[in-house]
């Protein structure tokens, strides 16, 4: 019974390339969230998605971040332009349903902009 | 902004001795969650709260809602070096919303 799933781990890009970053989340859930964490400080929420919808995207950065969760396949975080403020911890968590506060959270990519 | 401050900010303590840790929130909060986090891992749901007054235990973890549903509360009892991470409290932002809001939170050192 796997948990939620991210992928990869860790993440180097040089400056100006794109990150994709990758979510699977746990079996039975349709309910996507993406969070980021900077060193010594505590998760600030970035988006949270259905099937093929965004929800809510209010703390997504307005230029370079984007989010999807297709039909198909996990859900995917890009980055593009890295620099090097975006060098973070990116946690995906997972939910059953709209109503469900209980996130079961991923073990994160961790992103370093050289 | 909503602010969800924790206390304290960290703590190191002799392995056997009990932890108690608060959370305060600027407004008020229909659910608490506790979450651990391990180096380098994702945080995991420790206890979950829905009612004020709310007392609620899981192993050595016991957690209470606060009467005014803008505090929490985390008590560990007889501490082992497996305790060590950093304990998060959250709450929906707001009534209703799914996204968590994320506290400050306490950094655990369990000194063998």
Same mark, same amino acid.
Not at chain 2, 29 to 34: A, P, Q, R, V
Not at chain 2, 43 to 48: D, E, F, H, R, S
């Given at each position: 019974?796997?948990?939620?799933?991210?992928?990869?781990?860790?993440?180097?890009?040089?400056?100006?390339?794109?990150?994709?970053?990758?979510?699977?989340?746990?079996? /039975?859930?349709?309910?996507?969230?993406?969070?980021?964490?900077? $060193?010594? =400080? *505590?998760?600030?929420?970035?988006?949270?998605? &259905?099937?093929?919808?965004?929800?809510?995207?209010? /703390?997504?950065?307005?230029?370079?971040?984007?989010?999807?969760? $297709?039909? =198909? *396949?996990?859900?995917?975080?890009?980055?593009? &332009?890295?620099?090097?403020?975006?060098?973070?911890?990116?946690?995906?968590?997972?939910?059953?349903?709209?109503?469900?506060?209980?996130?079961?959270?991923?073990?994160?990519?961790?992103?370093?902009?050289? | 902004?909503?602010?969800?401050?924790?206390?304290?900010?960290?703590?190191?303590?002799?392995?056997?001795?009990?932890?108690?840790?608060?959370?305060?929130?600027?407004?008020?909060?229909?659910?608490?969650?506790?979450?651990?986090?391990?180096?380098?891992?994702?945080?995991?749901?420790?206890?979950?709260?829905?009612?004020?007054?709310?007392?609620?235990?899981?192993?050595?973890?016991?957690?209470?809602?606060?009467?005014?549903?803008?505090?929490?509360?985390?008590?560990?009892?007889?501490?082992?070096?497996?305790?060590?991470?950093?304990?998060?409290?959250?709450?929906?932002?707001?009534?209703?919303?799914?996204?968590?809001?994320?506290?400050?939170?306490?950094?655990?050192?369990?000194?063998?």
């Amino acid at each position: 019974n796997a948990g939620v799933m991210q992928n990869p781990r860790h993440l180097v890009r040089r400056r100006g390339q794109e990150a994709r970053l990758r979510c699977s989340p746990m079996k /039975g859930h349709s309910h996507v969230y993406w969070y980021r964490q900077l $060193p010594e =400080e *505590g998760l600030k929420f970035m988006v949270y998605l &259905q099937k093929e919808n965004i929800i809510d995207e209010s /703390g997504m950065p307005k230029e370079r971040f984007s989010a999807e969760f $297709p039909k =198909e *396949g996990p859900s995917i975080l890009r980055i593009q &332009q890295v620099v090097r403020g975006d060098s973070a911890a990116y946690f995906c968590a997972s939910s059953r349903g709209r109503a469900d506060e209980k996130l079961f959270f991923g073990s994160g990519t961790q992103l370093s902009v050289l | 902004g909503q602010q969800l401050n924790q206390s304290p900010q960290s703590m190191f303590i002799q392995e056997g001795e009990d932890v108690s840790m608060n959370c305060t929130s600027s407004s008020i909060f229909n659910t608490w969650l506790w979450y651990k986090q391990d180096p380098g891992e994702g945080p995991v749901l420790l206890i979950a709260l829905y009612k004020a007054g709310e007392l609620t235990s899981n192993g050595r973890l016991t957690a209470q809602f606060g009467i005014t549903r803008k505090d929490s509360f985390l008590n560990i009892s007889a501490s082992i070096p497996s305790d060590v991470g950093i304990y998060f409290c959250a709450g929906p932002e707001m009534a209703g919303a799914n996204n968590l809001f994320f506290g400050t939170g306490t950094r655990l050192t369990v000194i063998p």
